[in-house]
């Protein structure tokens, strides 16, 4: 069994993920085989630029079909490879009733409370998300369309929104089944029929859940079993049906983790990963689920990881180094670094760099760096 410590893992996942930036087509980037999060301002577009060594902008990527934003893993809204789509929603497909109730997530009791089974529920969801999205529509119409469509028990009184609308969690895990995409860049949020869709798929397909778990070993590896049913939004005993065949039992950093034997002689001896980064919220190398792995000091780990609006992280030679928050100030972007420890002078001309493709990305002519 082949033996590694933290330093060859982050390496190793700084490589995969294509932090070397040796890709000039943001399309061809390996994060993209998972899609990138999009939740914050452009998050997605500067997690490409961080990769790209050709110009990504915010703009650009909106407005580029070979990229489309949907509500995917775990409800939660990511850009993926257009030609990727039509096989998302046999990938997300929960495998059985055990995998259907994980992945309602905090609102598991509210749809166990309508008193049908989850997996149920959520083609119930999608079937109804699928006849009302036809064409463009606010997501607030489109809940409020979607609530006279759907069994009373999966609508239920909302305090913040003063009505009784569909479950939050259930209607963004219906929507890839339901073939709907979000329009980029657009607030509040506009759904929109995707192109092409069938009908909703109700038979679940073990085969493409686990190629989403393949894809987390190659970008994520090594990882355990926990670790992938993380990120996919459901239980480790749950998703035992779709973990991979043939895979690699490595020991790293103390963990007990598995890889595929493709990836391995990678894992062995990844390039030296001399380079700074400043990813944004909900990059793809944060989104590994063996955060003490990337960060050893539970203090550090409070510092990126908050319960509400996390910030960027600084990432100095293969360790997460600091975080960063960008405040727009007219046609100037306002950058302020927040190390976690003491970084080298020589460190500072680098962020300097790398504060210039974020400024760019965002549209912003100039900006500043503070910290």
């Not at 119409?141 to 028990?153: D, K």
Request: proline letters at 8%; aromatic letters at 4%.
């Amino acid at each position: 069994m082949l033996t590694v410590d933290r330093a060859q893992v982050l390496a190793h996942r700084i490589a995969a993920q294509g932090l070397h930036r040796t890709e000039t087509d943001p399309h061809r980037l390996a994060v993209l085989d998972l899609g990138v999060q999009d939740n914050q301002r452009d998050s997605a577009a500067l997690a490409l630029a961080a990769r790209c060594s050709g110009e990504v902008t915010g703009a650009a990527l909106d407005a580029d079909p070979r990229f489309t934003l949907s509500w995917t893993h775990r409800g939660a809204p990511h850009v993926h490879r257009t030609a990727d789509m039509p096989g998302l929603p046999a990938a997300l497909l929960p495998l059985s009733e055990a995998d259907a109730q994980a992945r309602m997530g905090w609102q598991r009791g509210r749809v166990a409370e309508a008193g049908m089974p989850a997996a149920r529920a959520l083609l119930e969801a999608a079937r109804a998300l699928r006849t009302v999205v036809t064409a463009p529509m606010t997501k607030g119409a489109v809940s409020t369309e979607m609530t006279r469509s759907v069994p009373a028990g999966l609508a239920a009184w909302c305090r913040p929104c003063g009505a009784i609308h569909v479950h939050e969690q259930l209607m963004r895990l219906a929507g890839i089944h339901a073939g709907v995409r979000l329009e980029p860049g657009v607030t509040p949020a506009v759904l929109a029929p995707l192109a092409g869709r069938g009908r909703v798929r109700s038979t679940p397909a073990p085969a493409a859940a686990t190629a989403v778990v393949r894809a987390y070993l190659a970008l994520h590896g090594p990882a355990a079993r926990g670790d992938a049913a993380g990120f996919v939004g459901t239980a480790a005993g749950a998703a035992a049906p779709m973990w991979p065949e043939g895979l690699v039992e490595v020991r790293a950093a103390g963990r007990r983790t598995f890889i595929a034997p493709e990836h391995l002689a990678a894992l062995e001896n990844p390039p030296e990963p001399g380079l700074v980064r400043l990813l944004p919220p909900l990059d793809p190398f944060l989104q590994a689920r063996d955060r003490e792995t990337l960060l050893p000091e539970k203090a550090h780990r409070a510092e990126v990881w908050r319960i509400l609006g996390n910030p960027g992280a600084l990432l100095v030679d293969g360790e997460i180094a600091g975080t960063w928050r960008a405040k727009a100030s007219g046609t100037r972007l306002d950058i302020t670094i927040s190390p976690l420890w003491t970084l080298a002078r020589t460190v500072r001309s680098r962020v300097e760099e790398e504060a210039g493709r974020v400024s760019a990305a965002r549209g912003y002519a100039r900006h500043t760096v503070t910290g």
